[in-house]
């Protein structure tokens, strides 16, 4: 009798032990989207909130402090969101934090060849109107190559773009640069420079395939520090800087003309700030 009282009392008990270990697996909280990394550790907005803040993508770019709609610090824009100020078509772009510096990043780690990002279409309406269609058809030929769009540039034809970046992470690449003559078939231009490469580079990409312009290299922009890059645009003239100092001029078939935005390459993890377009 005691040996099957002690057999029942030991059932019991482990029964409650695994009742209490599948409730609280049950009922743990989800694991944090890999987006919160980039908040700051005392960040303490929840994931229903998120949600909430990227569910805001269809309202209206936000309009800076100083009221110039070419020029964005992000710093009007809603950590773990996604940007409001420019708009992704390629890769995984939102919102994060360096320290207490509000800037927009671009997480490669999610690359999955370059899948379009969500919305695109009706995004690509807002950018090229009925010629959206076109512009989607192109867009997956580039899918190595993660790229958001300016919101509020239309078009650029002379004049300079200058944006800060820093390399976070990237084991294939760490590209970081500023996309031009965007056409509405999904042509363009961008001028990168690369901390793991140490060169600055003019890429054109056309009907799908990508070519070099030109290539400058012992250009050291070391990951895990600011560094500036500026193209300027006269004609057909485009010239490239890096921390000030020009490394690249070259002239192109034609004129530039078209939309302008950010440009990054594969499993890039990328820091952008102050991206401002002054128009000439």
């Not at 008990?13 to 743990?28: D, E, P, R, T």
């Not at 908040?39 to 110039?68: C, F, G, H, Q």
């Not at 950590?79 to 890769?91: C, D, I, N």
């Amino acid at each position: 009798m005691r040996r099957k009282t002690t057999f029942i009392t030991c059932t019991v008990l482990a029964l409650s032990i695994l009742s209490i270990y599948v409730y609280k697996n049950s009922h743990s909280p989800a694991s944090s989207p890999a987006e919160l990394e980039y908040l700051p550790p005392s960040y303490t907005k929840t994931i229903s909130l998120v949600s909430v803040a990227m569910a805001a993508d269809t309202e209206k770019p936000v309009t800076k402090a100083n009221k110039d709609p070419n020029f964005y610090d992000f710093s009007g824009e809603i950590v773990g969101s996604h940007p409001q100020t420019f708009t992704p078509a390629v890769g995984n772009w939102i919102i994060g934090s360096d320290t207490d510096n509000t800037v927009l990043v671009v997480d490669g780690r999610k690359w999955k060849r370059g899948i379009a990002s969500a919305g695109l279409a009706d995004k690509a309406k807002a950018l090229y109107g009925e010629r959206y269609a076109e512009f989607l058809d192109n867009v997956t030929a580039y899918a190595y190559y993660p790229f958001a769009v300016a919101a509020n540039v239309d078009n650029f034809e002379n004049g300079e773009i200058a944006v800060r970046f820093k390399g976070v992470a990237g084991r294939i690449d760490q590209g970081a640069g500023i996309l031009f003559d965007l056409k509405p078939n999904g042509d363009y231009y961008a001028i990168r420079a690369n901390p793991l490469e140490n060169n600055l580079v003019l890429w054109r990409y056309k009907h799908g395939k990508r070519s070099s312009v030109s290539w400058v290299r012992n250009v050291k922009t070391p990951s895990h520090k600011w560094h500036t890059l500026k193209l300027t645009v006269d004609g057909n003239l485009i010239k490239g800087f890096v921390n000030g100092k020009q490394y690249l001029a070259h002239r192109l078939p034609d004129s530039v003309s078209g939309r302008v935005g950010l440009w990054t390459k594969a499993d890039s993890v990328i820091y952008f700030d102050d991206y401002r377009v002054t128009v000439r």
